[in-house]
């Protein structure tokens, strides 16, 4: 059976640390991983990768991919408040997306 | 990206009623509709995926005569919640693929509340 699964399940940092997120995956007919922050309601997107070993950057928050391993990390360095939010990984098989059990963060001032 | 149109956003109805949720594809044409549902502090678990003009493709374990599924038009696909109880009370929320489906954009999702 295909899984996504996240670690930790739950964070609480203080405002300016580091934070590493974990999500690995058991699938067959892997297309891509997703990453996702959700606050309230929807999901907005923050990474999709494809390809082993290359990093994706935006701001702050950076994410890689180990398809040998089967696993993501998403990195958020000096964390803000604002960052406080659950981080959902999907993974993509043919054509539906399966999402992992998220990593809710708080980040304190 | 894709605009995604979700109403109501939040309903309260009694046990036994019917309630249906639609979502809007805005800006693009959607041959492909994802419905999730959400527990308090959980992740988003698909139900099914809405294929336009055809019948939808439903999850292990979701019940499809519970959960009606319409998807007549490449902009709209429709969820009934049928004989809702208090268990079906949940956060529905539906996504589009996007170009090629690489990526799911969101609706602003759907609380249902079943007394």
């Known amino acids: 059976e295909d899984k996504v699964v996240q670690s930790p399940l739950s964070l609480v940092v203080h405002e300016g640390d580091t934070v590493t997120l974990n999500c690995s995956y058991e699938?067959?007919?892997?297309?891509?991983l997703l990453w996702y922050k959700q606050e309230k309601k929807a999901p907005t997107f923050l990474f999709m990768l494809t390809s082993s070993g290359i990093e994706k950057k935006s701001g702050r928050l950076s994410s890689i991919l180990d398809k040998k391993e089967l696993f993501s990390i998403l990195n958020i360095t000096a964390t803000q408040t604002g960052d406080s939010a659950v981080y959902l990984c999907?993974?993509?098989?043919?054509?539906?997306?399966?999402f992992g059990t998220g990593t809710s963060l708080t980040v304190i001032p | 990206g894709a605009v995604v149109s979700q109403h109501p956003s939040r309903v309260i109805c009694k046990s036994g009623t019917s309630v249906k949720i639609e979502c809007r594809s805005l800006d693009f044409q959607a041959t492909t509709m994802f419905w999730y549902r959400q527990f308090p502090k959980q992740s988003l678990m698909l139900m099914a995926t809405?294929?336009?003009?055809?019948?939808?493709?439903?999850e292990q374990g979701v019940e499809k005569d519970k959960f009606l599924i319409n998807h007549a038009s490449l902009t709209l696909s429709t969820l009934t919640v049928t004989s809702a109880h208090p268990e079906d009370s949940s956060f529905y929320i539906c996504?589009?693929?996007?170009?090629?489906?690489?990526?799911?954009?969101f609706g602003s999702g759907t609380q249902l509340s079943v007394l």
């Open positions: 996504s589009v693929g996007g170009t090629a489906n690489e990526k799911l954009f």
């Open positions: 999907a993974v993509r098989y043919w054509t539906q997306f399966y």
């Open positions: 699938v067959t007919n892997f297309r891509s």
């Open positions: 809405s294929n336009e003009g055809s019948k939808a493709t439903y």
